[in-house]
């Protein structure tokens, strides 16, 4: 195969010029026989690059790409014929740095610094639904064979690394820090994630099986290990978009760190079925809430659809250590950007009740893990072994009857912000394994460690 510097289409490298058109050249020339597109070490300033089978970029070390600081030098999103149930953000492609369609056989590689420079959709062109995010940084779709490796991204507005449909895919020693999602697979197959370091503003890695490729798809045989990640929002999550499934993907091995909402988020809310997901040696420190498991009836895509299903979960060796303390963080949108908001306290995140002061740092902040079907819609089989929670506690007043959730998006605060349990609130689940499960508070707190409503075939141990 051959090497294709972008120095010999015209690329300048000094920072200042758009050099979009001599990469793309570059990627057009090698796609013909297969090959390298190179870069030598300098830096680039890119829009759009669309890339094409067979096509491997290599960057020489300490190269830096940053992004065109012009939102409109971008390829605008594409028109889509068919209906759209996601959130946009998961709807269009084109809009990002490197733009993958159908392709074959492609990687990234090299140890260099991918800047996107904080460029948002500062006029709303693109809908209010989208909240004015910019482009994607790596955007892939129906793609097979893919290679993403050894990248430093930052300050992506829209998904960092999102890729639908796709089979075939290894992911390994990126870092980012970044506003929205970091790594997103959606409905791919034989996908491995491992060794990356994560920082998102949003979701840090997260499963999706959405409804983008106008059919119903499933992740199916995915493994994720070795990895960091820290998140303004959900740190490891199965959802929102949840149409088609999830089917036998481990994640394993993982540090989460000062995340806001929860450290773990299993949720099938759209039909999805997710059945034999293991979640292992999970370590978690500082988070708002730790566990997240819930079954829901959004029911956002084609009519007709049946509830979901969430059975044959196992969550094994998970520690969560405390307290949740105030942590430096990037933002989570646009508007928390223009805010400049980067400091994330415990308690910012928790709407006062009426009348009440601010939150002190010692009130009750941290949110029970919760684990629930809906009624005549239960959990199957679910294990939790060699689980050890660590919450702050405090609580010496609560309810001890629990509404079911009226709000469709789910997340953890949906059944209340002080729950009867102070570890973890079960209900309405069909097969529930306890093995090794253990409560500890840090504040004196008079709730049990579980409650269990709706619980047949409970084992505990």
């Known amino acids: 195969m051959s090497n294709y510097s972008v120095l010999d289409f015209g690329a300048v490298a000094d920072g200042r010029t758009l050099d979009t058109e001599a990469v793309q050249k570059a990627v ?52 889509v014929d068919y209906p759209l149930y996601q959130d946009a953000s998961h709807s269009y492609f084109h809009l990002a740095m490197f733009v993958g369609i159908d392709c074959d056989n492609i990687s990234f590689g090299g140890r260099a610094l991918v800047d996107m420079r904080s460029v948002w959709d500062e006029d709303g062109v693109r809908g209010a639904a989208i909240v004015h995010r910019g482009p994607k940084c790596i955007s892939l779709k129906n793609c097979t064979c893919v290679e993403i490796a050894d990248l430093e991204l930052k300050n992506v507005t829209d998904l960092a690394v999102y890729f639908a449909g796709c089979r075939d895919v290894e992911i390994h020693h990126l870092r980012m820090q970044v506003y929205i999602d970091g790594i997103s697979p959606d ?6 994630i491992h060794d990356c370091d994560v920082e998102s503003g949003d979701d840090g890695i997260v ?69 034999g997901v293991t979640l292992r040696n999970i370590r978690i420190r500082n988070a708002g809430g730790i566990l997240y498991i819930c079954l829901g009836d959004r029911m956002r895509g084609p009519s007709g659809r049946p509830i979901g299903a969430i059975r044959n979960l196992l969550l094994e060796n998970i520690t969560a250590d405390g307290p949740y303390e105030a942590y430096d963080v990037m933002p989570w949108n646009y ?7 980067t400091r994330q306290e415990p308690w910012s ?13 010692s009130d009750p902040w941290q949110q029970t893990s919760n684990v629930c079907g809906l009624p005549g819609y239960p959990l199957e089989n679910v294990t ?7 919450v702050s506690g405090g609580v010496s007043a609560y309810e001890t009857e629990v509404a079911e959730p009226t709000t469709p998006y789910p997340e953890i605060y949906n059944l209340g912000w002080i729950l009867p349990a102070k ?5 309405h689940i ?31 141990e």
């Open 349 to 361: 995140f928790r709407p006062l009740p009426e009348g009440q002061s601010p939150w002190k740092e």
């Open 28 to 79: 057009d020339a090698c796609a013909a026989a297969g090959g390298t597109v190179w870069f030598p070490k300098g830096t680039y300033v890119l829009s759009t690059v669309f890339l094409k089978s067979g096509v491997h970029i290599r960057f020489e070390d300490g190269t830096v790409v940053l992004g065109s600081l012009n939102f409109y030098d971008y390829a605008p999103q594409e028109a």
């Open 335 to 341: 508007f928390s950007f223009k805010a400049g908001d």
């Open 384 to 390: 939790l072994r060699n689980v050890h929670l660590t």
């Open 207 to 275: 499963f999706k099986s959405s409804y983008t490729l106008n059919r119903l798809g499933v992740c199916r045989d995915i493994r994720v290990w070795n990895c960091r990640v820290k998140s303004r929002c959900s740190a490891i999550k199965f959802g929102t978009e949840t149409n088609g499934g999830f089917e036998d993907i481990t994640v394993e091995d993982i540090d989460v760190f000062d995340t806001r909402i929860t450290a773990i988020a299993i949720e099938s809310v759209d039909g999805a079925v997710l059945d």
């Open 423 to 427: 570890g973890i609130f079960f209900r």
């Open 430 to 460: 069909n097969g529930l394994t306890l093995e090794n499960v253990t409560v500890r508070s840090i504040h004196a707190d008079t709730r049990p460690d579980f409650v269990f409503e709706d619980v047949c075939d409970c084992k505990t």
């Open 187 to 192: 409905n791919c197959e034989r996908v491995r």
